[in-house]
């Protein structure tokens, strides 16, 4: 019995360590920070929220950025009118979630007066590391009208 109730034991922290960084309400509201942070070019919170191996594969592998691309291109942001999600849903198996639904975008045109919009289906997957909750990758795909 006791050699049992200490296997047990020992087990707590690996099983601890394959919990999801977040509780899915809360992964969505965080996912939501980070398009917020794309939309005015947060580079602080960019900073503590991307994994140092993140990857951003935009529509059609178009372009792809990483950690260091994309905080150098919002270090000089272009800063949109709008960016809303839609149909968030979240899958979890271990450590890992990803969060999947429809990003929309306005962004101003160069006349400052009007805009444009876009829609993306996404995927981010974010990790648990070390007790923090990091984004690892997205992918994002646009969705013509």
Known sequence: MKKILFSLI???PLMASAAPCLPAS????????YEEALRVG????LQSLLADDYVWVHTLG???ETRAVLLARLAKPVVFKARSTSEVQVHTLGDTAV?????TTEQWNADGITWRTNRYQFMRTYVNVGGECKLL?????????
């Open 10 to 12: 020992g087990a707590l």
């Open 26 to 33: 809360a992964l969505i509201e965080r996912d939501s920070q």
């Open 42 to 45: 947060n580079v602080p919170f």
């Open 62 to 64: 178009t372009q792809i």
């Open 99 to 103: 969060v999947r639904g429809i990003s």
């Open 137 to 145: 990758a997205v992918q994002t795909m646009n969705l013509k009208q």
